[in-house]
């Protein structure tokens, strides 16, 4: 998936001089030969363009052939405050015109900034009071530049984006990363065309270089599909839920009382898009600490608040749902909607919904589930700027919803793997199996409904099928490394523990690739362990056998009462990158690490801002990644054990 963002780089020209005193500062080079009289153009630096990044022509347009620039520069280190500050770009307006560069010493990559009119004081803040003029590197800045972007040409000009920079920050504990923008949008913004590039700070001696902001889409994004798995009928959904009296956030089902009968609707905080009163979102950016340092982050500052997520039409009396999680059935055709980002958003997204089964066999029959719901846990939900999030949604028979009002659930109740995958291309896709197979469990005669899954002294089977074809995957073997180094295709059991997140699928798969999250895995040993089932037979309730064939199930009988245990399939064993202390090694460009220690455990992550200045200060602590480990992959089921009740 592409990502949102836009590179935008501020280029230096040589002019011709014959003159020291041609050069800006006092502390400028003497030698016209070493640097020349730099002036700072803006264009695009094609050297830092990687996957879906634009840049040329494509990124002007999106950014509707202008942004502006605001940019200061530090003979002293900078602070929260504006005591170091310089004002260089107050707020300038840049614009872009084909073929132009080259022009004039301002414009490198067609675009220009030198003539052109500048905002007024009520649309941008603070204001160019005179002319936009042309603007040099001044070497006696010896602690650097730093720039800020923002881009909404057409709302600004409209009066429906108001733009306030912030130069300093006077409150405790606030810092350089602080110095954002206050952005006031009325309902009639358009989020799609509102950009902020992060904060780019240029050290002295990258002055003769090309500087490039990075721009991000202001709003996030959000779609949503469905899909079903329940054996022998086809699915519709009737019905979505919300509460239509919410004047704040909503925390239970039952308050879900309004039906929506044509869109995707949840209950989930979110801003309004036709607010009464202008909604201000402040601009600040990310120290590294919690997040990428020098990244846009957005807080709302004040702002009202739906409490209904609406989005498009489209799995809403829909033809019958897909079955398969790879081509669900998209609302709004799979499209995107628009989002305000909201980073601070602490409730979850409650989703009820009322659907109808019909039987696949011809006969007409018919069931009505009503009032199935899930929770998507609020980290899923807390938007971030020029992110894409996907919310995948499963219908199936292990459903939470009713028939009759009462009784919960559909019968046969099958068990089905959980994971959640987040891409690495600022998209977050949530969804509740895997894609490839699922992982089914039995017990003879067991009454799973009654026990909360099994009793222990029974036998538990465990069959892992491949979905797309329906046939069962064989574990090369079972048990074969104590622990957790179990080979590819290798199967084994765990008991789990734990002190720290709760036990699911998808924390012991982050605890099986390396994050310390509090979950203890242990090998089944004597009276506990695992093994293959040799014929592939498996014993049914009525004396016969199900026949997965040699070694296609594997067993185990749980000892331990009100116990958690846990089925890996291995299909890529994960191994933990290796790191080296940075001992008397000299600077070198490049990303290093922090070790932290828990339980024992090393556990190492990006030095952020660690550059030649300061290198000395924190060499004892650095280490480099000497190897970068593999990431692993598993297929995963938590199996709960409670006390016999017969």
Not at 353 to 382: C, F, R, S, W
């Amino acid at each position: 998936m592409k990502k949102n963002l836009f590179l935008a780089a501020v280029a230096i020209v040589a002019l011709a001089s014959c003159s020291d005193d041609t050069f800006v500062g006092d502390t400028s080079p003497t030698n016209p030969d070493d640097y020349g009289i730099a002036a700072i153009s803006f264009g695009f630096d094609m050297q830092n363009v990687t996957r879906g990044d634009q840049v040329g022509k494509d990124a002007a347009t999106t950014l509707q052939n202008q942004f502006i620039v605001f940019g200061t520069k530090h003979t002293s280190d900078e602070t929260a405050a504006a005591t170091n500050d310089v004002n260089v770009f107050t707020n300038y307006v840049v614009e872009y015109g084909d073929n132009t560069a080259g022009t004039a010493a301002s414009n490198t990559h067609n675009w220009e900034y030198v003539g052109k009119t500048p905002y007024i004081e009520t649309k941008v803040s603070p204001a160019v009071t005179t002319t936009q003029g042309i603007k040099y590197w001044d070497y006696s800045a010896a602690k650097g530049y730093t720039f800020y972007g923002i881009a909404s040409k057409a709302d600004i000009a409209a009066g429906h984006v108001k733009v306030t920079k912030t130069t300093a920050v006077t409150e405790e504990g606030a810092t350089v990363y602080d110095k954002g923008y206050s952005v006031v949008l009325d309902k009639d913004a358009t989020l799609n065309n509102l950009y902020v590039a992060d904060r780019k700070p240029v050290a002295k001696e990258d002055y003769n270089k090309p500087v490039t902001l990075t721009f991000r889409n202001f709003g996030a994004r959000v779609r949503v599909g469905f899909y079903e798995t329940i054996p022998g009928y086809k699915v519709k959904i009737d019905k979505f839920y919300v509460d239509g009296d919410a004047t704040a956030a909503v925390t239970t089902f039952s308050a879900m009382d309004v039906a929506n009968t044509t869109n995707f609707a949840a209950s989930l905080q979110n801003i309004k898009t036709n607010p009464t009163t202008n909604n201000t979102i402040t601009v600040s950016y990310y120290n590294g600490t919690n997040g990428p340092q020098n990244q846009v982050k957005l807080a709302a500052s004040t702002v009202e608040y739906n409490y209904s997520l609406v989005l498009g039409e489209g799995v809403v009396s829909a033809t019958e749902l897909a079955t398969s999680s790879a081509t669900p059935t998209w609302d709004n055709s799979g499209n995107y909607t628009p989002v305000y980002p909201l980073e601070a958003n602490s409730n979850p997204m409650l989703v009820k919904v009322d659907y109808t089964l019909t039987a696949e066999d011809g006969g007409g029959e018919t069931i009505k589930v009503i009032g199935a719901n899930v929770v998507i846990p609020t980290q899923y939900v807390q938007w971030k700027s020029n992110f894409a999030y996907t919310y995948l949604f499963k219908i199936s028979n292990n459903t939470n919803g009713t028939t009759d009002g009462t009784t919960q659930g559909l019968y046969p109740i099958t068990f089905d793997a959980v994971v959640v995958n987040v891409a690495d291309d600022k998209t977050q896709e949530t969804i509740t199996t895997f894609e490839d197979y699922s992982i089914t469990t039995y017990a003879n005669g067991s009454k799973v409904t009654e026990n909360n899954e099994y009793k222990s002294g029974e036998t538990i089977y465990i069959v892992k099928t491949n979905n797309s074809t329906g046939a069962v995957v064989d574990p090369t073997a079972i048990g074969a490394a104590v622990g957790e180094g179990a080979a590819a295709g290798n199967a084994q059991v765990f008991k789990a523990t734990t002190t720290g997140d709760a036990i699911s699928e998808a924390t012991v798969l982050a605890r099986l690739t390396g994050s310390p999250n509090g979950i203890t895995l242990t090998a089944t040993t004597e009276g506990e362990a695992a093994s293959l089932v040799a014929d592939g037979k498996v014993p049914a309730a009525d004396g016969t056998n199900y026949n997965f064939g040699t070694n296609g199930a594997v067993k185990f009988t749980p000892s331990s009462d009100n116990a958690t245990y846990v089925y890996v399939f291995t299909r890529t064993p994960y191994i933990a990158p290796t790191y080296t202390a940075v001992g008397n090694a000299a600077w070198a460009s490049g990303t290093y690490y922090f070790k932290n220690t828990v339980s024992g455990v090393d556990y190492y992550y990006p030095a952020e801002g660690i550059n030649a200045d300061n290198f000395a200060t924190y060499k004892a602590t650095l280490y480099t990644k000497t190897a970068a480990g593999t990431a692993g992959a598993y297929d995963i089921k938590v199996i709960k054990v409670k006390i016999p009740t017969t």
